[in-house]
């Protein structure tokens, strides 16, 4: 029994060991069928050792069996039938091996070296983003902070020199108080030329005034007196008056007054903006002449989506006495506007309505437009600008211009038809700044004033252009500032006249240039200069005909261009006491500004000035 078993073992061996081989090489033969067959040599056999048992040596057997030629037969045809093309020995299992750890010497950083970051809030803006190049309402500026502050809110000043300048100054304020302002001043000057007969003048100024700002508004006021006295020095030299004849004397007195109401700028969008103002004078020349005069002007102002619309108004009421005639000459002016602008872009556009009502109750319609255009950003601007307006006669304005104005002086309104201009300003570098402007005027009625004496002293009167003259010319002005230490000016004049009756412009210069710098070399010294040129004027003569007893001749007079140079100098030795030195007429011309009445020669005065 026991042998059958081993039998039935040994034979169930033996049919194991022979089909395994057979099964692993059909399959291996199978997935090997689509690639491409690959003949090697087989490997040499290894030297067979003693089998340990019977199993093992019959899988030595077929493991030693020649597969290759299987593989690849001399038929091609039998491609079905390959075997295994290549032999796999598997010697032993694969042992990975690990190098031993490399140990990092090095013991940990226990310090919290973590940055402390402040917890960050923000904070949206709600604003309109603008471009600094667009033309905009500038906003007020505030008050610097003062470097050297003078020590004192008063200032007194007084100066000598030749022509027996005398010279004197006084200022008193209330001091620096943002709500309040309350002061005053007073202010005399005179001098007199030894050269020429009674050739001097005297001029005195006081005034108060006063300045309250309020939450909503700020008041302005003030009270002023000024007198100018003269004398009629000018003469004919070809005819001279007598030896003991006397200039006869003249002088003015003007008492002014002014007050102003206006509402403060107020962050509210779109806010109702409005002033008021109120101003008049009595003016009195030496003799019979009178001149009242009081204005009142308004305006109102509104911002509307993208414009800006406002009505301006002014009463304008006077009346103008002499020995001769009394008149009431008053105007009344309303000028509508509605102003808009765009990023490269400002237009004004209204009219000016004007109604006179006394002697002359004419009614006028003139245009009152402006246009901006920026064409190069921060640099260049175009400009271009038609209006119209009636030049009120008057007075005080005349003697203030020329002193040396006969009584009785006719009174005629002259009017601005049209008057255009443009031109261009801007910044050619930081602190150069320029302005050209070329215009052409058109005025009716243009007054002029003329010489009107026959014989001895001269004095001048008002004559008028009957008709349209036409104006056209051109003006320049040039400022250069340089870090507040130097400062240069200028101011050029050329203009055209084409008269209407009249034979010339008479008194009316052609070209005229001013000009100016001030120069501060340290904190101490101050150097100031001015130059004035004007060019050649004409004037009509008269004389009396010695042949014709009582016939007056007229002739033209050309009046020779002239050029003016003045100089001052400031040290200021304390920050109370400061000292003055002026020169006037450096070049010492006898220069004319008005037929025969010739300037003050060189004069040069100085003094000292004191704050407390």
């Known amino acids: 029994m026991i042998r059958s078993r081993v039998i039935y073992t040994l034979l169930t061996l033996v049919i194991v ?22 003949t090697k040599k087989a490997p040499a ?27 690849g037969g001399k038929n091609p045809k039998e491609k079905n039938n390959a075997s295994l093309s290549e032999e796999i020995i598997v010697t032993t299992a694969y042992k990975p091996v690990l190098a031993d750890a490399v140990k990092i010497r090095r013991n940990p950083d226990l310090e919290d070296k973590t940055p402390f970051k402040a917890p960050l809030t923000y904070i949206t803006l709600d604003k309109t983003l ?7 309402q500038l906003d007020a500026m505030k008050m610097p902070a003062e470097r050297d502050s003078v020590p004192g809110n008063n200032f007194a000043k007084a100066e000598l020199g030749n022509l027996k300048t005398v010279l004197g100054e006084v200022y008193i304020n209330n001091g620096q108080d943002n709500a309040l302002q309350v002061g005053g001043f ?23 005034f006063g300045k309250a700002v309020t939450d909503d508004n700020t008041f302005k006021g003030s009270i002023n007196y000024n007198r100018l006295g003269t004398n009629f020095y000018g003469y004919d030299h070809s005819n001279p008056p007598l030896l003991s004849a006397i200039p006869p004397k003249q002088h003015f007195s003007t008492l002014s007054a002014q007050g102003e109401i206006t509402r403060n700028y107020d962050t509210v969008q779109n806010p109702l903006t409005y002033a008021v103002k109120v101003n008049g004078y009595i003016f009195r020349d030496a003799y019979q002449a009178r001149e009242n005069n009081l204005v009142v002007t308004g305006f109102l102002n509104k911002t509307v989506n993208q414009f800006y619309a406002g009505l301006s108004a002014s009463l304008d009421l006077s009346t103008q006495k002499d020995s001769l005639y009394s008149y009431n000459n008053s105007l009344i002016r309303l000028n509508p506007y509605l102003k808009f602008q765009g990023d490269n872009y400002k237009v004004d556009a209204g009219l000016n309505l004007v109604r006179g009502f006394g002697f ?7 245009p009152a437009v402006k246009l901006e255009l920026q064409v190069v950003p921060k640099y260049l601007r175009l400009f271009a600008e038609a209006t119209g307006d009636v030049n009120k006669a008057s007075l005080h304005d005349d003697f203030e211009t020329n002193p040396f ?13 049209l008057d255009i201009s443009m031109g261009l300003k801007g910044s050619l570098l930081p602190g150069l700044g320029f302005k050209a402007t070329i215009f052409r005027n058109s005025v ?6 003329i010489n009107n004496t026959t014989s001895g002293f001269n004095k001048f009167s008002v004559v008028y252009d009957n008709g349209n003259a036409r104006i056209s010319g051109f003006t320049g002005e040039l400022d250069y500032k340089l870090l507040g230490m130097f400062d240069i000016f200028g101011n050029v004049e050329f203009k055209d006249y084409k008269m209407a009756s009249q034979a010339e412009p008479w008194n009316l210069p052609k070209f005229k240039l001013t000009a100016g710098t001030s120069v501060t070399i340290n904190s101490k010294v ?11 004027t004409m004037d009509v003569l008269n004389r009396i005909n010695t042949t014709q007893a009582g016939i007056a001749q007229s002739s033209i007079v050309n009046i020779s261009a002239f050029t003016e140079i003045n100089a001052g100098v400031e040290y200021k030795v304390t920050n109370k006491i400061s000292i003055f030195v002026n020169a006037n007429n450096l070049l010492n011309t006898t220069n004319q500004v008005w037929l025969n009445y010739p300037g003050y020669g060189f004069n040069i005065f100085g003094g000292v000035g004191y704050h407390f």
């Open 17 to 38: 060991l022979y089909f395994a081989p057979a099964k692993a090489q059909n399959s291996s033969t199978a997935k090997k069928t689509h690639a491409k067959t690959v």
């Open 45 to 71: 056999k290894k030297a067979p050792t003693k089998p340990k048992s019977t199993a093992n040596k019959s899988g030595n057997a077929a493991a030693a069996q020649d597969t290759t030629k299987k593989g």
């Open 130 to 136: 603008g471009r600094n190049t667009d033309i905009r």
């Open 186 to 208: 007073a202010r005399h000057f005179s001098n007199e030329s030894a050269s020429v007969n009674k050739q001097s003048q005297i001029k005195d100024e006081v005034g108060i």
């Open 360 to 366: 002359s109750t004419q009614a006028y319609v003139f």
């Open 405 to 417: 104005l006969d009584q009785n002086i006719p009174i005629q309104n002259s009017v601005d038809r």
């Open 444 to 449: 009716k009625d243009l007054a002029l004033f």
């Open 526 to 536: 101050t150097i100031t200069g001015s130059v004035l040129y004007r060019g050649a």
